[in-house]
Protein backbone atom coordinates (compact mmCIF):
# COMPACT_ATOMS: atom_id res chain seq x y z
CA UNK A 1 0.00 0.00 0.00
CA UNK A 2 3.40 2.36 0.83
CA UNK A 3 4.08 2.07 -2.78
CA UNK A 4 1.12 2.74 -4.16
CA UNK A 5 0.31 5.91 -2.50
CA UNK A 6 3.88 7.07 -3.44
CA UNK A 7 3.27 6.36 -7.22
CA UNK A 8 -0.15 8.62 -6.69
CA UNK A 9 1.84 11.21 -5.58
CA UNK A 10 3.99 11.47 -7.92
CA UNK A 11 1.56 11.20 -10.63
CA UNK A 12 -0.70 14.47 -8.71
CA UNK A 13 2.84 16.01 -8.38
CA UNK A 14 3.32 15.61 -12.12
CA UNK A 15 -0.39 16.48 -12.91
CA UNK A 16 -0.25 19.80 -10.46
CA UNK A 17 3.24 20.45 -12.25
CA UNK A 18 1.84 20.32 -15.74
CA UNK A 19 4.45 17.81 -16.65
CA UNK A 20 1.90 15.09 -17.53
CA UNK A 21 1.48 15.28 -21.56
CA UNK A 22 -1.80 17.00 -22.63
CA UNK A 23 -4.75 15.06 -23.57
CA UNK A 24 -6.14 16.01 -26.42
CA UNK A 25 -9.80 15.60 -27.52
CA UNK A 26 -10.24 12.26 -29.92
CA UNK A 27 -12.18 13.78 -32.20
CA UNK A 28 -9.78 16.40 -33.08
CA UNK A 29 -6.92 14.13 -33.04
CA UNK A 30 -9.44 11.59 -35.97
CA UNK A 31 -9.97 15.42 -37.77
CA UNK A 32 -6.13 15.61 -38.07
CA UNK A 33 -4.86 12.19 -38.77
CA UNK A 34 -7.57 12.44 -41.62
CA UNK A 35 -6.37 15.86 -43.13
CA UNK A 36 -2.78 15.44 -42.29
CA UNK A 37 -0.71 13.10 -45.08
CA UNK A 38 2.10 12.33 -42.79
CA UNK A 39 5.29 13.02 -45.33
CA UNK A 40 6.76 15.59 -42.98
CA UNK A 41 7.72 14.74 -39.89
CA UNK A 42 5.56 15.69 -36.82
CA UNK A 43 6.28 17.69 -33.29
CA UNK A 44 3.75 17.67 -30.45
CA UNK A 45 3.16 20.76 -28.54
CA UNK A 46 4.98 18.98 -25.65
CA UNK A 47 8.25 18.08 -27.85
CA UNK A 48 8.39 21.55 -29.30
CA UNK A 49 8.03 22.83 -25.75
CA UNK A 50 10.83 20.90 -24.99
CA UNK A 51 13.33 21.79 -27.55
CA UNK A 52 15.78 24.32 -26.92
CA UNK A 53 14.02 27.67 -28.33
CA UNK A 54 17.70 29.76 -29.13
CA UNK A 55 18.33 27.29 -31.86
CA UNK A 56 14.62 27.07 -33.78
CA UNK A 57 13.29 28.98 -36.06
CA UNK A 58 9.35 29.35 -36.01
CA UNK A 59 7.59 29.67 -39.16
CA UNK A 60 3.41 30.81 -39.14
CA UNK A 61 2.37 29.20 -42.89
CA UNK A 62 -1.36 31.19 -41.57
CA UNK A 63 -2.53 34.24 -43.89
CA UNK A 64 -1.89 37.67 -42.63
CA UNK A 65 -4.97 38.10 -41.28
CA UNK A 66 -4.89 35.11 -38.74
CA UNK A 67 -1.52 36.17 -37.93
CA UNK A 68 -2.50 39.40 -37.12
CA UNK A 69 -4.77 37.94 -34.56
CA UNK A 70 -2.70 36.04 -32.52
CA UNK A 71 0.82 33.61 -32.96
CA UNK A 72 3.69 31.83 -31.32
CA UNK A 73 6.01 34.02 -29.67
CA UNK A 74 9.17 35.02 -32.51
CA UNK A 75 6.85 33.36 -34.61
CA UNK A 76 7.75 34.56 -38.70
CA UNK A 77 4.91 34.85 -40.79
CA UNK A 78 5.17 33.24 -44.24
CA UNK A 79 2.22 32.35 -45.44
CA UNK A 80 0.52 29.61 -47.05
CA UNK A 81 -1.00 30.64 -50.33
CA UNK A 82 1.78 33.26 -50.94
CA UNK A 83 4.68 30.98 -49.58
CA UNK A 84 7.88 31.89 -51.40
CA UNK A 85 11.19 30.83 -50.68
CA UNK A 86 12.82 34.13 -50.94
CA UNK A 87 11.27 34.45 -47.04
CA UNK A 88 13.51 32.06 -45.65
CA UNK A 89 16.51 32.68 -47.63
CA UNK A 90 18.79 33.36 -44.22
CA UNK A 91 17.46 30.80 -42.24
CA UNK A 92 20.47 27.76 -42.45
CA UNK A 93 19.60 24.52 -44.11
CA UNK A 94 20.65 22.93 -40.91
CA UNK A 95 18.79 24.72 -38.56
CA UNK A 96 15.77 23.44 -36.41
CA UNK A 97 12.25 24.26 -38.10
CA UNK A 98 9.05 23.84 -36.79
CA UNK A 99 5.83 25.27 -39.41
CA UNK A 100 2.63 25.74 -37.83
CA UNK A 101 -0.63 26.58 -39.07
CA UNK A 102 -3.97 26.12 -37.60
CA UNK A 103 -4.57 22.72 -37.34
CA UNK A 104 -1.41 21.45 -38.98
CA UNK A 105 -2.48 20.96 -42.75
CA UNK A 106 -1.31 24.11 -44.29
CA UNK A 107 2.13 23.80 -42.23
CA UNK A 108 2.58 20.43 -43.24
CA UNK A 109 2.60 21.07 -46.80
CA UNK A 110 5.01 24.01 -46.19
CA UNK A 111 7.19 21.74 -44.40
CA UNK A 112 7.21 19.61 -47.46
CA UNK A 113 8.23 22.37 -49.75
CA UNK A 114 11.70 22.72 -47.37
CA UNK A 115 12.40 19.51 -47.07
CA UNK A 116 11.98 19.54 -50.60
CA UNK A 117 14.35 22.52 -50.87
CA UNK A 118 17.17 20.42 -48.57
CA UNK A 119 16.31 22.12 -45.14
CA UNK A 120 17.25 19.18 -42.84
CA UNK A 121 15.31 19.38 -39.48
CA UNK A 122 11.83 20.80 -40.36
CA UNK A 123 9.08 19.75 -38.00
CA UNK A 124 5.01 20.83 -38.57
CA UNK A 125 3.20 21.41 -35.25
CA UNK A 126 0.39 18.43 -34.67
CA UNK A 127 -2.60 19.98 -34.14
CA UNK A 128 -1.00 23.69 -35.04
CA UNK A 129 -1.84 26.84 -33.51
CA UNK A 130 -4.89 24.91 -32.11
CA UNK A 131 -3.57 22.34 -29.83
CA UNK A 132 -0.82 25.10 -28.78
CA UNK A 133 -3.75 27.54 -27.24
CA UNK A 134 -5.37 24.31 -25.98
CA UNK A 135 -2.44 23.03 -24.33
CA UNK A 136 -2.92 26.52 -22.07
CA UNK A 137 0.67 27.81 -23.97
CA UNK A 138 0.45 31.54 -24.59
CA UNK A 139 -0.01 33.66 -28.22
CA UNK A 140 1.15 37.00 -28.71
CA UNK A 141 -0.32 40.29 -30.73
CA UNK A 142 1.97 42.24 -33.02
CA UNK A 143 3.32 44.14 -30.65
CA UNK A 144 4.35 41.37 -28.76
CA UNK A 145 1.32 41.91 -26.15
CA UNK A 146 0.38 38.11 -24.84
CA UNK A 147 -3.38 37.77 -25.54
CA UNK A 148 -6.01 35.13 -25.16
CA UNK A 149 -7.87 35.79 -29.01
CA UNK A 150 -7.27 33.06 -31.62
CA UNK A 151 -8.53 33.12 -35.10
CA UNK A 152 -10.44 29.98 -35.80
CA UNK A 153 -9.45 29.96 -39.63
CA UNK A 154 -13.31 28.88 -40.12
CA UNK A 155 -16.57 28.90 -38.49
CA UNK A 156 -17.75 25.22 -38.43
CA UNK A 157 -13.48 24.68 -37.00
CA UNK A 158 -13.96 27.14 -34.17
CA UNK A 159 -15.24 23.89 -32.38
CA UNK A 160 -11.48 22.86 -31.97
CA UNK A 161 -10.48 25.43 -30.18
CA UNK A 162 -11.54 24.78 -26.84
CA UNK A 163 -9.24 28.10 -25.08
CA UNK A 164 -9.30 31.58 -25.40
CA UNK A 165 -11.27 34.48 -27.06
CA UNK A 166 -12.49 32.90 -30.75
CA UNK A 167 -12.13 35.47 -33.48
CA UNK A 168 -12.77 34.38 -37.47
Known amino acids: MPVLKYFLSVILWFSASGLMAQTMDPNFKLMLDS ?19 NEVFVLDTRETEEFN ?5 NARHVGYFWFDMRKVYDIPTTANIVVYCSV ?4 EKIAQKLIHAGYKNVYSLFGGIFEWVNSGQPVYKLNGVQTSEIHTYRKDWARWVEKGTKVN
Request: charged residues 30%; proline residues 4%; glycine residues 4%.
Open 35 to 53: INDKKAPQISVEEFINMNK
Open 69 to 73: VSHLK
Open 104 to 107: GSRS
